[in-house]
C-alpha cells in the first residue's frame, strides 16, 4: 500500500494567517484527495486534485479558502487561507484508485489562535 | 445524499471478549466498504475493505461483513486486546471516488 507523508503534522497559527500543508505519495497515483476533520467529527472531503487539472471543490468548499496544488503525480498541496478559529481541525490527504483501499497519511493538526 | 451511521458512538469492554461494531447507510448503491482505525491525534489506518460483491472479509481477528441491500456493515474483533483500544470509522465509496465516512465508535479495551 501506499506510503503517504505530510507535513507540518501540527501548527499553531494566528487569525488572518494562511498555512500551506504538503502531502508526498511514495508511489504515482492519479488522484488525491483532502479531507477535513473538526473536533468530535468524522472526516469530510474537500476536494479531489488530478494531476493536470485543478481540482474538484465538495459542496461547502471554496478554491479562494482552499487552494490546491498537484504539481506531479506523487505532490499536493492544500493552503488554508486566511485562517479562523473555525478552521481548526485535522487535515487529510489520501490516495485511493478505482475500487482499491483509500489510504492517509497522519495527518496535520491545526489550531487558530 | 449518502449518510453513514456507526452505533454505537462508544463502547468499553474488558479484554479478551469478543465485540461487533455497526455501520449502517442510507443508499445501497455502493462500490465498496471501508473500515479504519483511528488512534487520538493520527491519521486513519485502513483495515478491511470489502467490495459491494462480496459478504465478508477477514484479516487476523477482524472480520466485515457486508449487507448492501439492507445498507448494513459489522466488524467483528475477537479476543480484543488493549491495543484494540481506538476509533473505527466506517467508509463507503459511492463510485465518484468520494468516500462518506460515518462518524466513528470509540473503542475502549479495559486490561
Known amino acids: 500500500s501506499a506510503v503517504i507523508s505530510q507535513k507540518p503534522s501540527r501548527d499553531i497559527c494566528q487569525r488572518g494567517t494562511s498555512l500551506t500543508i504538503q502531502c508526498q505519495v511514495d508511489s504515482q497515483v492519479t488522484m488525491m484527495f483532502w479531507y477535513r476533520q473538526q473536533p468530535g467529527q468524522s472526516l469530510t472531503l474537500i476536494a479531489t486534485?488530478?494531476?493536470?487539472?485543478?481540482?474538484?471543490?465538495e459542496s461547502g468548499f471554496v478554491i479562494d479558502k482552499f487552494p490546491i496544488s498537484r504539481p506531479n503525480l506523487t505532490f499536493s498541496t492544500l493552503t488554508v487561507s486566511n485562517m479562523s478559529p473555525e478552521d481548526s481541525s485535522i487535515y487529510l490527504c489520501?490516495?485511493?484508485?478505482?475500487?482499491?483501499?483509500?489510504?492517509f497519511g497522519d495527518g496535520t493538526r491545526l489550531s487558530i489562535l | 445524499k449518502q449518510e453513514v451511521t456507526q452505533i454505537p458512538a462508544a463502547l468499553s469492554v474488558p479484554e479478551g471478549e469478543n465485540l461487533v461494531l455497526n455501520c449502517s447507510f442510507t443508499d445501497s448503491a455502493i462500490y465498496n466498504l471501508q473500515w479504519f482505525r483511528q488512534d487520538p491525534g493520527k491519521g486513519l489506518t485502513s483495515l478491511l475493505l470489502?467490495?459491494?460483491?462480496?459478504r465478508e472479509q477477514t484479516s487476523g481477528r477482524l472480520n466485515a461483513s457486508l449487507d448492501k441491500s439492507s445498507g448494513r456493515s459489522t466488524l467483528y474483533i475477537a479476543a480484543s486486546q488493549p491495543g484494540d483500544s481506538a476509533t473505527y470509522l466506517c467508509?463507503?465509496?459511492?463510485?465518484?471516488?468520494?468516500?462518506?465516512f460515518g462518524t466513528g465508535t470509540r473503542l475502549t479495551v479495559i486490561p
Open positions: 489520501s490516495v485511493g484508485e478505482g475500487n482499491q483501499p483509500q489510504h
Open positions: 486534485a488530478n494531476q493536470g487539472s485543478e481540482a474538484t471543490y
Open positions: 470489502i467490495q459491494s460483491s462480496q
Open positions: 467508509a463507503v465509496h459511492t463510485g465518484a471516488n468520494n468516500l462518506f
